[in-house]
């Protein structure tokens, strides 16, 4: 019997975790929340500075962008005026922050849009609606994807139950077989939702951290540390690898 199971336990973590499955992603958050503590949002900002915020950090290191959102909000002052900012100006506050250029013209025509349609640049009225069709508003607007829209429900005041999808969360999720090899932004961020039934604001928050921190240092895209992973055990990249647990990732 035992040597029955052995024989169909890869084919059983196959297509158990490519169904996305409550309960592995229940055993993920769990181990990364042994592993790394609480992780609890401090002070949230509202959803326009947030929705600023997420667009200008793609492809930059957090404290660079962060940098460069803090100089938006001292050199403006506010959003509507960011809004009818020079793009030369908006470019300089963004220094550090990759493709400045492109980012200052794509912000602006961005809270332009934002303008006008909800006739003012703020978002507090995507509280009252849900996830869903604040997603949809939200990715109406050029250069917003999927990561942008989930950051602006989720990281801002009004925490939303949305899941923020990054690239080092992607190949996490890809080795680990919770998803599918070729899945991409949205595949990975309806996986995470449809089992995260159980999971708050503050859980899909924690969560995003987490994964984000084991990529930045343990799984990372060229080199994973698969000894000092926690999530180890179950993960089939690693249950793939032959002899060295740890080395170079494909
Ligand atoms: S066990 Fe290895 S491959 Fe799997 S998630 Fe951890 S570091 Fe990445």
Redesign the pocket.
């Known amino acids: 019997m035992t040597f029955v199971l052995y024989l169909f336990y890869p084919l059983f973590m196959q297509t158990n975790l490519f169904s996305g499955q409550s309960a592995d992603l229940r055993s993920i958050r769990d181990r990364l929340k042994i592993a790394f503590g609480r992780d609890r949002a401090g002070f949230r900002v509202s959803a326009i500075n947030q929705f600023i915020r997420s667009f200008i950090s793609s492809r930059t290191m957090d404290w660079q962008s962060d940098r460069a959102f803090t100089r938006l909000l001292n050199r403006f002052s506010g959003p509507e005026a960011l809004a009818d900012a020079p793009v030369a100006e908006i470019e300089a506050a963004l220094e550090g922050v990759q493709f400045a250029d492109k980012k200052a013209r794509e912000l602006k025509d961005a809270l332009l849009h934002v303008r006008a349609r909800a006739g003012t640049v703020d978002m507090e009225f995507l509280a009252g609606l849900d996830v869903d069709t604040a997603l949809v508003w939200l990715e109406q607007i050029r250069g917003v994807g999927r990561k942008i829209s989930a950051a602006t429900l989720n990281f801002s005041a009004l925490k939303k139950r949305s899941f923020v999808v990054d690239t080092h969360i992607i190949r996490?999720l890809r080795?680990?077989g919770f998803v599918k090899p070729n899945a991409e932004t949205e595949d990975v961020y309806d996986a995470v939702m449809e089992a995260a039934n159980d999971m708050s604001a503050d859980d899909l928050y924690e969560f995003h951290w987490h994964l984000k921190r084991?990529g930045q240092n343990?799984?990372k895209a060229f080199q994973?540390?698969?000894n000092a992973?926690p999530?180890?055990e179950s993960?089939m990249?690693?249950m793939d690898a032959p002899m060295g647990r740890s080395g170079r990732?494909a």
């Open positions: 996490i080795r680990f084991l343990t799984c994973t540390s698969c992973c999530l180890s993960c990249k690693r990732a």
